[in-house]
């Protein structure tokens, strides 16, 4: 089992639409949870932390599901520019470790 | 918010030679520097953490003598791809946390990325 998998997509939604992502990891020790944006050829860029009590950032909100090991994304009235790989991470134990990337979910916002 | 600075962007470079990489951290000290290396569709995979002053951690499958990682100072690391080959071209990230907040929770800060094309 991959140690953090996501659905590749593509999304192909319409400007407007509320569009949901799902990430599950496989590490039950995991500590704490991020989902990151890149756009093609770029770095990854921090979209938000992923807290147990859920969290919101204006149109984005996340989920965190210890028990099922499950995170969620949640892009309500989508734009143009949110066109982009959604990487769900994961950091497998505290401290300098290096974060575990999931392959992404590319996402394309139509017109 | 933190800056991580990478350069070269782009390096083409002849089967055999050696490339070298830069990563700086720009307004902040980074004790622990992490390279990671992606390929086309793929995810983001771990390749060393880089530790100021002592040896890197690599990860497993990661040949240690064939990249080799440096970090002298607070604020830069190198990546060094040593006789290159087609089946290393890829695109290599650096990123560095910034140490703020509770131990290890610092936000990691990406650096642009060195697309290396190995002919």
């Known amino acids: 089992r991959k140690e953090v998998e996501q659905d590749p997509g593509p999304f192909n939604v319409p400007e407007g639409a509320t569009v949901a992502f799902n990430c599950t990891y496989s590490?039950?020790?995991?500590?704490?949870f991020f989902w990151y944006r890149q756009d093609c050829r770029k770095e990854p860029k921090l979209l938000m932390s992923?807290?147990?009590s859920g969290n919101e950032d204006g149109r984005f909100t996340a989920q965190l599901n210890r028990a099922s090991q499950y995170i969620s994304l949640l892009i309500r009235d989508s734009k143009l520019s949110d066109s982009a790989t959604y990487l769900c991470?994961?950091?497998?134990?505290?401290?300098?470790?290096?974060?575990?990337f999931g392959k992404g979910t590319h996402l394309i916002i139509q017109p | 918010g933190a800056v991580v600075s990478q350069h070269p962007s782009w390096v083409i470079c002849k089967s055999g030679t050696s490339v070298k990489i830069e990563c700086r951290s720009l307004?902040?000290?980074?004790?622990?520097m992490f390279w990671y290396r992606q390929f086309p569709k793929q995810s983001l995979m771990l390749m060393a953490t880089?530790?100021?002053?002592?040896?890197?951690?690599?990860e497993q499958g990661v040949e240690k003598d064939k990249f080799l990682i440096n970090h002298a100072s607070l604020t830069l690391s190198t990546l060094t791809v040593t006789s290159a080959h087609p089946e290393d071209s890829s695109f290599y990230i650096c990123?560095?946390?910034?140490?703020?907040?509770?131990?290890?929770?610092?936000?990691?800060?990406f650096g642009e990325g060195s697309r290396l094309t190995v002919l």
């Open positions: 992923v807290y147990s």
């Open positions: 590490n039950s020790a995991s500590q704490s």
């Open positions: 991470v994961v950091n497998p134990g505290g401290g300098a470790d290096g974060l575990t």
């Open positions: 990123s560095a946390r910034d140490g703020k907040g509770l131990a290890g929770t610092g936000e990691l800060f």
């Open positions: 307004d902040f000290q980074a004790t622990t």
């Open positions: 880089s530790n100021e002053g002592s040896k890197a951690t690599y």
